[in-house]
């Protein structure tokens, strides 16, 4: 990506999002006096024909060999959080920069986590096995559990979501450890900030959390990061929910460590690979909870999306740096695409 920050010009944009007519009308006002051109994503010949000329493109998911191979493109936005799939080197190599929509859905997958943490927490799953069979109590040692209050959460990654988990884990009472790549200033909701740039492990997050959220991006450096190692030095009371990427976590590793009784259980709304194969041995795993990356919305998540969009464009224009910018660090060269 070039680091150039002078003032830019747009000139033509191509938008294949599926958004209703006042909200394409939103963006087609933001980028004026550009001309702007709105194909249907399905219609692969207005797009080829529009990135003959296009500077700028606004996409629903991610790119793919055709915005790569634009003669005139500049900037593209990818309308959805996650940049994994878009992170290859020959982005870097033309010089394309790429933004992403992180941040537009926070709030409900943070609440998502806790929906996991709470579920494991309270063994929502007997319960509920308890009343289809209209009985009563009968849960062995269930008077032993403890709630969240007063627990330590350790989260891995610190972008929107982790830091609306923060939040959530600061309202239920929790301690909260955070372990980040980078350093940065640390926030009211957390007790303590761990930084790999700054010589820190995830370490003393794996030994002292109850419950491990995973919010950190999939990049080379990250895949796998929880593996036989990290099970080994969590709590044996310790949940882990990946609310992430599925390839975090060595799935095979994490298997093997609920069989063992290494950790308490899992939450996971991501695996490896999607959709989950129904021979996969993790559905069967004891105490795993999965969803198939499905996150009830948040009711403003397309106007979050305008709203990003429209302050990148100002930025862009400006010669200023971006939101949510894809780095050469977040680059991911395994399984690319499907």
Known sequence: MSDDRRPREIRQVLATVLFEPDEIEQLRQAFAPAEFVHVHPGDA?????????????VIPGDLDER??????????????????????????????????????????????AFYFALALTFDARRLFEQQSTHTWGGIDGYGQRFALWG??????????????????????????????RGAVESSPDVDLMLSADEGATVDQLLDEADVIMLAAQLTDATHHMFSAEQFTRMK???????????????????????????????????????PLPADSALWDAPNVIITP??????PDRTQ???????????????????????????????????
Not at 100 to 106: D, H, K, N, Y
Not at 169 to 177: D, E, P, S
């Open 45 to 57: 010949e207005g797009i080829t024909r529009a990135l003959e000329h296009a500077d700028v493109a």
């Open 293 to 298: 990356h499905m996150t009830p919305r948040v």
């Open 67 to 112: 915005f790569l191979a634009a003669p005139q493109l500049a900037w593209v936005h990818c309308g959805h959080s996650g940049l994994t799939r878009s992170a290859v080197p020959e982005v870097f190599e033309r010089g394309l920069l790429v933004t992403g929509s992180a941040g537009r859905s926070a709030p409900a997958l943070a609440q998502h």
């Open 151 to 180: 627990k330590t959460l350790g989260i891995v990654g610190f972008g929107h979501t982790a830091k609306e988990m923060a939040r959530l884990g600061k309202a239920f009472g929790m301690r909260v450890l955070v372990y980040r």
């Open 236 to 274: 044996k009371t310790a949940y882990l929910v990946n609310l992430g990427r599925g390839p975090l976590i060595d799935q095979d590793a994490l298997v093997e460590a609920l069989h063992a009784g290494q950790i308490a259980g899992a939450g996971l709304d991501v695996t490896d690979p999607e």
């Open 304 to 338: 979050r999306t305008i709203d990003i969009v429209v302050e990148n464009i100002r930025r862009y224009r400006a010669g200023e740096p971006m939101l949510n910018t894809l780095t050469e660090r977040e680059i991911y060269t395994r399984n690319q695409r499907v």
